[in-house]
Protein backbone atom coordinates (compact mmCIF):
# COMPACT_ATOMS: atom_id res chain seq x y z
CA UNK A 1 0.00 0.00 0.00
CA UNK A 2 2.74 2.46 0.90
CA UNK A 3 4.46 1.75 -2.37
CA UNK A 4 1.24 2.40 -4.44
CA UNK A 5 1.02 5.79 -2.95
CA UNK A 6 4.62 6.91 -3.10
CA UNK A 7 3.99 6.05 -6.82
CA UNK A 8 1.10 7.72 -6.82
CA UNK A 9 2.70 10.92 -5.22
CA UNK A 10 5.48 10.85 -7.79
CA UNK A 11 3.07 10.43 -10.73
CA UNK A 12 1.18 13.56 -9.47
CA UNK A 13 4.85 15.18 -9.02
CA UNK A 14 5.70 14.38 -12.40
CA UNK A 15 2.47 15.68 -13.92
CA UNK A 16 2.13 19.16 -12.18
CA UNK A 17 6.03 19.29 -13.15
CA UNK A 18 5.06 19.16 -16.70
CA UNK A 19 1.86 21.00 -16.83
CA UNK A 20 3.96 24.01 -14.51
CA UNK A 21 6.62 24.18 -17.42
CA UNK A 22 4.38 23.90 -20.28
CA UNK A 23 2.34 26.86 -19.02
CA UNK A 24 5.19 28.99 -18.07
CA UNK A 25 6.20 28.39 -21.58
CA UNK A 26 3.25 29.91 -23.12
CA UNK A 27 2.57 32.13 -20.52
CA UNK A 28 3.42 35.25 -22.99
CA UNK A 29 1.07 34.27 -25.51
CA UNK A 30 -2.64 35.66 -25.99
CA UNK A 31 -5.06 33.84 -24.71
CA UNK A 32 -8.60 34.04 -23.16
CA UNK A 33 -9.29 34.40 -19.67
CA UNK A 34 -9.32 30.25 -18.75
CA UNK A 35 -11.77 28.69 -16.06
CA UNK A 36 -11.07 26.65 -13.13
CA UNK A 37 -9.65 23.01 -14.36
CA UNK A 38 -11.59 23.29 -17.84
CA UNK A 39 -9.19 25.92 -19.28
CA UNK A 40 -10.40 28.49 -22.48
CA UNK A 41 -10.92 25.48 -25.06
CA UNK A 42 -14.53 24.88 -24.83
CA UNK A 43 -14.50 28.38 -27.40
CA UNK A 44 -13.67 25.75 -29.76
CA UNK A 45 -16.70 23.55 -29.58
CA UNK A 46 -20.79 24.50 -29.62
CA UNK A 47 -22.05 24.97 -33.11
CA UNK A 48 -20.20 25.56 -36.60
CA UNK A 49 -20.80 29.62 -36.61
CA UNK A 50 -19.34 29.93 -32.85
CA UNK A 51 -16.42 28.25 -34.11
CA UNK A 52 -15.99 30.14 -36.84
CA UNK A 53 -16.36 33.34 -34.96
CA UNK A 54 -13.68 32.29 -32.52
CA UNK A 55 -11.63 31.26 -35.16
CA UNK A 56 -11.79 35.04 -36.60
CA UNK A 57 -11.48 36.46 -33.57
CA UNK A 58 -8.36 34.53 -32.39
CA UNK A 59 -7.00 34.96 -36.27
CA UNK A 60 -7.35 38.81 -35.19
CA UNK A 61 -5.43 38.50 -32.12
CA UNK A 62 -2.70 36.87 -33.81
CA UNK A 63 -2.17 39.47 -36.47
CA UNK A 64 -2.08 41.76 -33.61
CA UNK A 65 0.13 40.72 -31.43
CA UNK A 66 2.25 38.65 -34.07
CA UNK A 67 2.60 35.72 -32.24
CA UNK A 68 0.59 32.43 -31.65
CA UNK A 69 -2.44 32.14 -29.85
CA UNK A 70 -2.73 29.63 -26.97
CA UNK A 71 -5.92 27.89 -25.88
CA UNK A 72 -5.71 25.56 -22.72
CA UNK A 73 -7.96 22.44 -22.68
CA UNK A 74 -7.74 21.46 -19.57
CA UNK A 75 -4.00 21.15 -19.06
CA UNK A 76 -3.20 20.63 -22.55
CA UNK A 77 -2.16 23.51 -24.88
CA UNK A 78 -3.56 23.79 -28.24
CA UNK A 79 -1.32 26.38 -30.40
CA UNK A 80 -3.12 28.71 -33.17
CA UNK A 81 -0.29 29.86 -35.35
CA UNK A 82 -0.69 32.25 -38.14
CA UNK A 83 3.35 33.27 -39.38
CA UNK A 84 4.49 31.78 -42.52
CA UNK A 85 7.39 30.60 -40.85
CA UNK A 86 6.58 29.13 -37.80
CA UNK A 87 4.03 26.99 -40.32
CA UNK A 88 6.85 26.05 -42.50
CA UNK A 89 8.64 24.30 -39.54
CA UNK A 90 5.86 22.85 -37.69
CA UNK A 91 4.16 21.39 -40.88
CA UNK A 92 8.14 19.83 -42.06
CA UNK A 93 8.59 18.92 -38.26
CA UNK A 94 5.15 16.94 -37.08
CA UNK A 95 3.29 14.32 -39.09
CA UNK A 96 1.35 12.95 -36.11
CA UNK A 97 -2.65 14.24 -36.12
CA UNK A 98 -4.53 14.61 -32.67
CA UNK A 99 -6.76 12.40 -31.26
CA UNK A 100 -9.98 14.76 -33.36
CA UNK A 101 -8.83 12.66 -37.22
CA UNK A 102 -10.02 9.49 -35.85
CA UNK A 103 -13.38 10.39 -35.42
CA UNK A 104 -13.60 9.65 -39.33
CA UNK A 105 -12.19 5.92 -38.82
CA UNK A 106 -14.77 4.28 -39.82
CA UNK A 107 -15.27 5.42 -43.18
CA UNK A 108 -11.51 6.32 -43.67
CA UNK A 109 -9.88 3.66 -41.43
CA UNK A 110 -5.93 4.41 -41.59
CA UNK A 111 -5.58 6.43 -45.34
CA UNK A 112 -3.63 9.28 -45.76
CA UNK A 113 -5.68 11.45 -44.10
CA UNK A 114 -6.32 10.16 -40.80
CA UNK A 115 -3.34 7.86 -40.63
CA UNK A 116 -0.96 7.72 -37.93
CA UNK A 117 2.65 8.78 -38.82
CA UNK A 118 4.18 5.24 -38.76
CA UNK A 119 1.89 4.46 -41.61
CA UNK A 120 1.48 7.24 -43.12
CA UNK A 121 5.50 7.27 -43.59
CA UNK A 122 5.02 3.75 -45.35
CA UNK A 123 2.42 4.42 -48.03
CA UNK A 124 2.56 7.71 -49.13
CA UNK A 125 5.76 7.00 -51.30
CA UNK A 126 3.60 4.33 -53.20
CA UNK A 127 0.65 6.62 -53.65
CA UNK A 128 2.14 9.97 -53.98
CA UNK A 129 2.69 9.22 -58.01
CA UNK A 130 -0.62 8.53 -58.30
CA UNK A 131 -2.18 12.15 -58.55
CA UNK A 132 0.97 13.94 -60.04
CA UNK A 133 2.56 14.62 -63.60
CA UNK A 134 1.45 11.93 -65.85
CA UNK A 135 -1.67 10.10 -64.54
CA UNK A 136 -3.28 13.32 -63.89
CA UNK A 137 -2.78 13.99 -67.52
CA UNK A 138 -4.76 11.15 -68.34
CA UNK A 139 -7.48 12.63 -66.31
CA UNK A 140 -8.28 15.60 -68.36
CA UNK A 141 -10.61 13.91 -71.23
CA UNK A 142 -12.67 13.23 -68.37
CA UNK A 143 -12.58 16.88 -67.13
CA UNK A 144 -14.02 17.85 -69.78
CA UNK A 145 -16.36 14.89 -70.25
CA UNK A 146 -17.83 16.57 -66.74
CA UNK A 147 -17.53 19.93 -67.13
CA UNK A 148 -20.15 19.48 -70.34
CA UNK A 149 -22.30 17.83 -68.77
CA UNK A 150 -22.44 20.29 -65.93
CA UNK A 151 -22.98 23.27 -68.52
CA UNK A 152 -25.47 20.78 -69.80
CA UNK A 153 -27.50 20.49 -66.60
CA UNK A 154 -26.84 24.11 -65.80
CA UNK A 155 -28.93 24.85 -68.80
CA UNK A 156 -32.26 24.39 -66.91
CA UNK A 157 -30.92 27.29 -64.93
CA UNK A 158 -31.01 29.80 -67.77
CA UNK A 159 -32.54 33.30 -67.58
CA UNK A 160 -34.09 31.85 -64.53
CA UNK A 161 -33.93 33.27 -61.41
CA UNK A 162 -31.11 33.00 -58.47
CA UNK A 163 -30.48 29.65 -57.70
CA UNK A 164 -27.61 27.76 -55.05
CA UNK A 165 -25.07 26.15 -57.42
CA UNK A 166 -23.77 23.88 -54.95
CA UNK A 167 -25.81 20.74 -55.70
CA UNK A 168 -24.73 21.05 -58.86
CA UNK A 169 -20.87 21.26 -58.37
CA UNK A 170 -21.31 18.91 -55.13
CA UNK A 171 -22.52 16.06 -57.46
CA UNK A 172 -20.23 17.06 -60.61
CA UNK A 173 -17.15 16.93 -58.41
CA UNK A 174 -18.63 13.24 -56.91
CA UNK A 175 -18.99 11.79 -60.26
CA UNK A 176 -15.24 12.97 -61.25
CA UNK A 177 -13.16 11.77 -58.45
CA UNK A 178 -15.66 8.56 -58.46
CA UNK A 179 -14.56 8.37 -62.10
CA UNK A 180 -10.99 8.48 -61.78
CA UNK A 181 -10.43 7.68 -58.69
CA UNK A 182 -12.46 4.09 -59.10
CA UNK A 183 -12.25 3.64 -62.27
CA UNK A 184 -16.24 3.78 -62.80
CA UNK A 185 -17.05 4.56 -66.66
CA UNK A 186 -20.64 4.87 -65.95
CA UNK A 187 -20.32 7.21 -63.00
CA UNK A 188 -24.51 7.46 -62.49
CA UNK A 189 -24.71 4.02 -62.09
CA UNK A 190 -22.22 4.92 -58.91
CA UNK A 191 -23.44 8.23 -58.17
CA UNK A 192 -26.77 7.03 -57.13
CA UNK A 193 -28.89 9.28 -54.92
CA UNK A 194 -28.42 6.77 -51.67
CA UNK A 195 -24.59 7.06 -52.45
CA UNK A 196 -24.88 10.79 -52.82
CA UNK A 197 -27.08 11.30 -49.52
CA UNK A 198 -24.73 8.63 -47.31
CA UNK A 199 -22.02 10.54 -48.83
CA UNK A 200 -23.48 13.82 -46.86
CA UNK A 201 -25.01 12.89 -43.86
CA UNK A 202 -21.40 10.73 -42.89
CA UNK A 203 -19.63 14.24 -43.39
CA UNK A 204 -22.37 16.02 -41.42
CA UNK A 205 -22.27 13.22 -38.32
CA UNK A 206 -18.17 13.53 -37.95
CA UNK A 207 -18.33 17.36 -38.05
CA UNK A 208 -21.45 17.32 -35.07
CA UNK A 209 -19.56 15.07 -33.26
CA UNK A 210 -16.43 16.94 -33.50
CA UNK A 211 -17.91 19.89 -32.30
CA UNK A 212 -19.79 17.93 -29.21
CA UNK A 213 -17.27 17.38 -26.85
CA UNK A 214 -19.76 15.35 -24.61
CA UNK A 215 -19.61 12.80 -28.02
CA UNK A 216 -15.53 12.35 -28.27
CA UNK A 217 -15.14 9.94 -25.85
CA UNK A 218 -15.11 6.69 -28.00
CA UNK A 219 -16.66 4.06 -25.71
CA UNK A 220 -19.65 6.94 -24.93
CA UNK A 221 -20.07 7.86 -28.67
CA UNK A 222 -20.75 3.57 -28.97
CA UNK A 223 -23.60 3.71 -26.91
CA UNK A 224 -25.58 6.65 -29.59
CA UNK A 225 -27.85 6.41 -31.76
CA UNK A 226 -25.57 8.66 -34.11
CA UNK A 227 -22.82 5.90 -34.05
CA UNK A 228 -25.86 3.28 -35.61
CA UNK A 229 -26.53 5.80 -38.28
CA UNK A 230 -22.61 6.57 -39.16
CA UNK A 231 -22.32 3.29 -39.79
CA UNK A 232 -25.22 2.63 -41.62
CA UNK A 233 -24.08 5.44 -43.82
CA UNK A 234 -20.44 4.62 -44.05
CA UNK A 235 -21.61 0.47 -45.33
CA UNK A 236 -23.41 2.25 -48.35
CA UNK A 237 -20.37 3.72 -49.37
CA UNK A 238 -17.84 0.72 -48.64
CA UNK A 239 -20.34 -1.55 -50.36
CA UNK A 240 -20.22 0.05 -53.34
CA UNK A 241 -16.27 0.72 -53.57
CA UNK A 242 -16.19 -3.15 -52.35
CA UNK A 243 -18.16 -4.15 -55.59
CA UNK A 244 -15.78 -2.28 -57.62
CA UNK A 245 -12.97 -3.59 -56.12
CA UNK A 246 -14.21 -7.30 -56.55
CA UNK A 247 -14.78 -6.35 -60.38
CA UNK A 248 -11.78 -4.79 -60.72
CA UNK A 249 -9.95 -7.80 -59.39
CA UNK A 250 -11.80 -9.95 -62.13
CA UNK A 251 -10.66 -7.93 -64.75
CA UNK A 252 -7.20 -8.31 -63.93
CA UNK A 253 -7.50 -11.81 -63.62
CA UNK A 254 -9.26 -12.29 -67.14
CA UNK A 255 -6.59 -9.76 -68.82
CA UNK A 256 -3.72 -12.05 -67.51
CA UNK A 257 -1.33 -9.05 -68.28
CA UNK A 258 -3.39 -7.92 -71.61
CA UNK A 259 -2.73 -4.00 -71.73
CA UNK A 260 -4.20 -3.35 -75.54
CA UNK A 261 -5.83 -0.18 -75.63
CA UNK A 262 -8.11 1.67 -77.95
CA UNK A 263 -8.81 5.17 -76.88
CA UNK A 264 -7.64 8.04 -74.75
CA UNK A 265 -10.33 7.27 -72.43
CA UNK A 266 -9.02 3.26 -72.26
CA UNK A 267 -5.72 4.43 -71.56
CA UNK A 268 -6.36 6.04 -68.44
CA UNK A 269 -5.46 4.05 -64.91
CA UNK A 270 -7.46 5.17 -62.01
CA UNK A 271 -6.53 5.47 -58.72
CA UNK A 272 -7.60 2.19 -57.44
CA UNK A 273 -5.95 0.65 -60.77
CA UNK A 274 -2.52 1.92 -58.98
CA UNK A 275 -3.20 0.79 -55.97
CA UNK A 276 -4.10 -2.96 -57.56
CA UNK A 277 -0.67 -2.51 -59.30
CA UNK A 278 1.00 -1.64 -56.15
CA UNK A 279 0.73 -4.88 -54.50
CA UNK A 280 1.41 -6.96 -57.08
CA UNK A 281 4.66 -6.12 -55.56
CA UNK A 282 3.65 -5.10 -51.60
CA UNK A 283 0.86 -7.67 -50.01
CA UNK A 284 0.87 -5.67 -47.02
CA UNK A 285 -1.76 -3.75 -49.37
CA UNK A 286 -4.86 -4.88 -48.24
CA UNK A 287 -8.25 -5.29 -49.73
CA UNK A 288 -9.20 -2.92 -46.49
CA UNK A 289 -6.29 -0.70 -46.87
CA UNK A 290 -7.22 0.23 -50.69
CA UNK A 291 -10.54 0.67 -49.64
CA UNK A 292 -9.58 3.18 -46.80
CA UNK A 293 -7.00 4.95 -49.67
CA UNK A 294 -10.25 5.11 -52.23
CA UNK A 295 -12.22 6.33 -49.89
CA UNK A 296 -9.66 9.42 -48.22
CA UNK A 297 -9.33 10.28 -52.16
CA UNK A 298 -12.97 10.39 -52.87
CA UNK A 299 -13.61 12.74 -49.66
CA UNK A 300 -10.84 15.11 -50.36
CA UNK A 301 -11.56 15.34 -54.64
CA UNK A 302 -15.49 15.90 -54.10
CA UNK A 303 -15.89 18.15 -50.77
CA UNK A 304 -12.52 20.85 -51.55
CA UNK A 305 -13.00 20.57 -54.88
CA UNK A 306 -17.12 21.72 -54.87
CA UNK A 307 -16.57 24.04 -52.06
CA UNK A 308 -13.52 25.52 -54.26
CA UNK A 309 -15.54 26.12 -57.68
CA UNK A 310 -18.44 27.61 -55.53
CA UNK A 311 -16.80 30.20 -54.29
CA UNK A 312 -14.80 30.94 -57.50
CA UNK A 313 -18.02 31.18 -59.25
CA UNK A 314 -19.78 33.11 -56.72
CA UNK A 315 -16.02 35.75 -56.63
CA UNK A 316 -16.36 35.75 -60.24
CA UNK A 317 -19.99 36.56 -60.95
CA UNK A 318 -19.71 40.05 -58.44
CA UNK A 319 -16.57 41.00 -60.21
CA UNK A 320 -17.59 41.42 -64.29
CA UNK A 321 -14.14 42.62 -64.85
CA UNK A 322 -12.39 40.04 -63.55
CA UNK A 323 -15.44 37.52 -65.56
CA UNK A 324 -14.65 39.56 -68.94
CA UNK A 325 -10.78 39.00 -68.68
CA UNK A 326 -11.29 35.76 -67.78
CA UNK A 327 -13.72 34.57 -71.12
CA UNK A 328 -11.35 36.86 -73.05
CA UNK A 329 -7.92 34.63 -72.80
CA UNK A 330 -10.18 31.53 -72.41
CA UNK A 331 -11.30 32.29 -76.24
CA UNK A 332 -7.98 33.28 -77.35
CA UNK A 333 -6.10 29.99 -75.76
CA UNK A 334 -8.69 27.29 -76.53
CA UNK A 335 -11.86 28.63 -78.28
CA UNK A 336 -14.35 26.42 -78.42
CA UNK A 337 -12.96 23.07 -78.59
CA UNK A 338 -12.17 20.74 -75.29
CA UNK A 339 -9.28 21.73 -73.63
CA UNK A 340 -5.98 19.84 -73.56
CA UNK A 341 -3.36 19.73 -70.73
CA UNK A 342 -0.97 22.14 -72.86
CA UNK A 343 -3.86 24.57 -72.60
CA UNK A 344 -3.77 24.72 -68.58
CA UNK A 345 -0.44 26.11 -68.58
CA UNK A 346 -1.41 29.02 -70.65
CA UNK A 347 -4.15 30.18 -69.06
CA UNK A 348 -2.25 32.11 -66.53
CA UNK A 349 -5.31 34.65 -65.25
CA UNK A 350 -7.65 31.66 -64.82
CA UNK A 351 -5.34 30.61 -62.48
CA UNK A 352 -4.18 33.81 -60.65
CA UNK A 353 -8.64 34.01 -60.22
CA UNK A 354 -8.14 30.49 -59.22
CA UNK A 355 -5.45 31.00 -56.55
CA UNK A 356 -7.01 34.40 -55.30
CA UNK A 357 -10.31 32.90 -54.60
CA UNK A 358 -8.33 30.03 -52.48
CA UNK A 359 -6.76 32.82 -50.78
CA UNK A 360 -9.16 34.33 -49.56
CA UNK A 361 -11.74 31.29 -49.56
CA UNK A 362 -9.85 28.26 -48.71
CA UNK A 363 -11.89 24.62 -48.60
CA UNK A 364 -9.92 23.98 -45.20
CA UNK A 365 -9.25 26.81 -43.14
CA UNK A 366 -6.74 25.00 -40.81
CA UNK A 367 -5.13 21.74 -40.43
CA UNK A 368 -4.00 20.52 -36.92
CA UNK A 369 -0.70 18.02 -36.30
CA UNK A 370 0.53 16.82 -33.06
CA UNK A 371 3.86 17.99 -31.24
CA UNK A 372 5.42 14.52 -30.61
CA UNK A 373 8.75 16.82 -29.64
CA UNK A 374 9.83 20.03 -28.51
CA UNK A 375 9.98 22.70 -31.68
CA UNK A 376 11.68 26.06 -30.65
CA UNK A 377 9.63 28.46 -33.28
CA UNK A 378 10.32 32.54 -33.03
CA UNK A 379 7.90 33.04 -30.40
CA UNK A 380 8.51 29.88 -28.15
CA UNK A 381 9.14 26.74 -27.72
CA UNK A 382 6.43 24.04 -28.71
CA UNK A 383 6.27 21.35 -26.35
CA UNK A 384 5.67 18.01 -26.65
CA UNK A 385 1.80 16.74 -26.48
CA UNK A 386 0.64 20.33 -27.59
CA UNK A 387 -1.70 20.43 -30.56
CA UNK A 388 -0.60 22.56 -33.20
CA UNK A 389 -3.35 24.41 -35.62
CA UNK A 390 -2.18 25.27 -39.21
CA UNK A 391 -4.20 28.80 -39.26
CA UNK A 392 -4.58 28.50 -43.30
CA UNK A 393 -7.68 31.51 -43.17
CA UNK A 394 -5.33 33.61 -41.34
CA UNK A 395 -2.25 33.04 -43.65
CA UNK A 396 -4.50 33.99 -46.41
CA UNK A 397 -5.58 37.15 -45.31
CA UNK A 398 -3.25 38.31 -42.93
CA UNK A 399 -2.43 42.57 -43.71
CA UNK A 400 1.22 42.12 -43.00
CA UNK A 401 1.69 39.17 -45.15
CA UNK A 402 -0.36 40.55 -48.30
CA UNK A 403 -0.85 44.35 -47.58
CA UNK A 404 -3.21 46.62 -46.44
CA UNK A 405 -5.74 45.37 -49.63
CA UNK A 406 -5.25 41.44 -48.16
CA UNK A 407 -8.84 41.34 -47.82
CA UNK A 408 -9.78 42.74 -51.58
CA UNK A 409 -9.95 40.31 -54.40
CA UNK A 410 -7.30 41.60 -56.66
CA UNK A 411 -5.93 38.60 -59.55
CA UNK A 412 -3.34 40.55 -60.39
CA UNK A 413 -1.42 40.19 -57.09
CA UNK A 414 -0.35 36.47 -58.84
CA UNK A 415 0.67 37.89 -62.13
CA UNK A 416 4.22 39.29 -62.79
CA UNK A 417 6.13 41.66 -62.35
CA UNK A 418 4.20 40.78 -58.98
CA UNK A 419 5.80 38.13 -56.60
CA UNK A 420 2.86 36.66 -54.67
CA UNK A 421 3.59 35.29 -51.02
CA UNK A 422 3.45 31.49 -51.54
CA UNK A 423 4.25 30.43 -48.62
CA UNK A 424 1.57 32.30 -47.15
CA UNK A 425 -0.51 30.62 -49.61
CA UNK A 426 -1.87 27.26 -47.95
CA UNK A 427 -5.11 26.17 -49.11
CA UNK A 428 -3.06 22.49 -49.89
CA UNK A 429 -1.34 22.53 -46.92
CA UNK A 430 2.10 22.72 -46.67
CA UNK A 431 5.09 20.01 -45.36
CA UNK A 432 5.09 16.28 -45.43
CA UNK A 433 1.64 15.89 -45.12
CA UNK A 434 0.72 18.27 -47.52
CA UNK A 435 -2.42 17.51 -49.87
CA UNK A 436 -0.93 15.46 -53.28
CA UNK A 437 -3.79 16.36 -55.32
CA UNK A 438 -3.51 20.02 -55.84
CA UNK A 439 -2.28 19.03 -59.38
CA UNK A 440 -6.00 17.33 -60.05
CA UNK A 441 -7.74 20.10 -58.32
CA UNK A 442 -6.11 23.05 -60.48
CA UNK A 443 -6.36 21.25 -63.55
CA UNK A 444 -10.25 20.35 -63.12
CA UNK A 445 -11.03 23.94 -61.43
CA UNK A 446 -9.36 25.41 -64.79
CA UNK A 447 -11.50 22.68 -66.68
CA UNK A 448 -14.95 23.71 -65.44
CA UNK A 449 -14.26 26.96 -65.32
CA UNK A 450 -13.56 27.27 -68.65
CA UNK A 451 -17.19 25.34 -69.72
CA UNK A 452 -18.72 27.59 -67.78
CA UNK A 453 -17.36 30.94 -68.51
CA UNK A 454 -17.55 30.67 -72.05
CA UNK A 455 -20.94 29.57 -71.93
CA UNK A 456 -22.89 31.82 -69.85
CA UNK A 457 -22.48 34.70 -68.03
CA UNK A 458 -22.18 34.43 -64.15
CA UNK A 459 -24.26 37.26 -62.03
CA UNK A 460 -24.04 36.56 -58.18
CA UNK A 461 -26.37 37.63 -55.61
CA UNK A 462 -25.29 41.14 -53.71
CA UNK A 463 -25.48 39.37 -50.50
CA UNK A 464 -22.65 37.49 -51.62
CA UNK A 465 -20.42 40.57 -50.09
CA UNK A 466 -21.95 40.29 -46.70
CA UNK A 467 -21.41 36.48 -46.72
CA UNK A 468 -20.81 35.06 -43.32
CA UNK A 469 -19.00 31.78 -42.69
CA UNK A 470 -19.49 29.00 -41.02
CA UNK A 471 -16.77 25.58 -40.38
CA UNK A 472 -17.99 21.98 -40.93
CA UNK A 473 -15.45 19.94 -42.71
CA UNK A 474 -15.36 22.91 -45.37
CA UNK A 475 -15.93 26.57 -45.11
CA UNK A 476 -18.90 26.64 -45.76
CA UNK A 477 -21.41 30.07 -46.02
CA UNK A 478 -23.86 30.47 -42.38
CA UNK A 479 -27.04 31.39 -45.35
CA UNK A 480 -27.40 30.15 -48.63
CA UNK A 481 -25.51 32.14 -51.16
CA UNK A 482 -27.53 32.24 -54.89
CA UNK A 483 -26.30 33.31 -58.53
CA UNK A 484 -27.98 33.34 -62.25
CA UNK A 485 -26.53 32.80 -65.15
CA UNK A 486 -27.54 33.94 -68.67
CA UNK A 487 -26.25 32.50 -72.14
CA UNK A 488 -23.42 34.55 -73.72
CA UNK A 489 -25.14 36.05 -76.87
CA UNK A 490 -21.63 35.63 -78.35
CA UNK A 491 -23.02 31.33 -78.55
Not at 39 to 61: H, I, M, P, Q
Not at 402 to 424: C, K, M
Request: net charge positive; proline share 4%; charged share 25%.
Amino acid sequence: MYLWACLLVMICLCAFTWHWRVRKNYAHLPSYTNLPLLGNAYKLYGNSRKLFLTFEDVTKKCETANKPFVFWAGPTPILLLSDPDDIRLVANAFIEKPYYYKFANAWLGNGLFTAPGWIWKKNIKKMASTFIGPAVDHYQVFFNDQAHKLVQKLAREVDGGFFDPMPYLCFSALETICQVGLGVSKSNNLVSEEYYKAFHRTLDLIVNRGTNILLHPEWLYRLTPVYKELLKCVDVLHNVSKTILNNKKKERALRNGDHHIDNDKDSFKSFLDHLLELRQHDLSLTDEQILWETATIILAGQETVATSLFYTLLVIGSRKDVQEKMYEEIMRTVGDRPLKKKDLVQLSYCEAVINESLRLYPPAVAVLRMADHDLKISSCTITKGTTAIINIWGAGRSKRLWGDDAAAFRPERWLPPNIPSISSHLPFSLGKRACIGKKYSMAFLKTVLVHCIRSYEIISDESFNRMEFKIDIVLRPLNDCFMKIQRRKSN
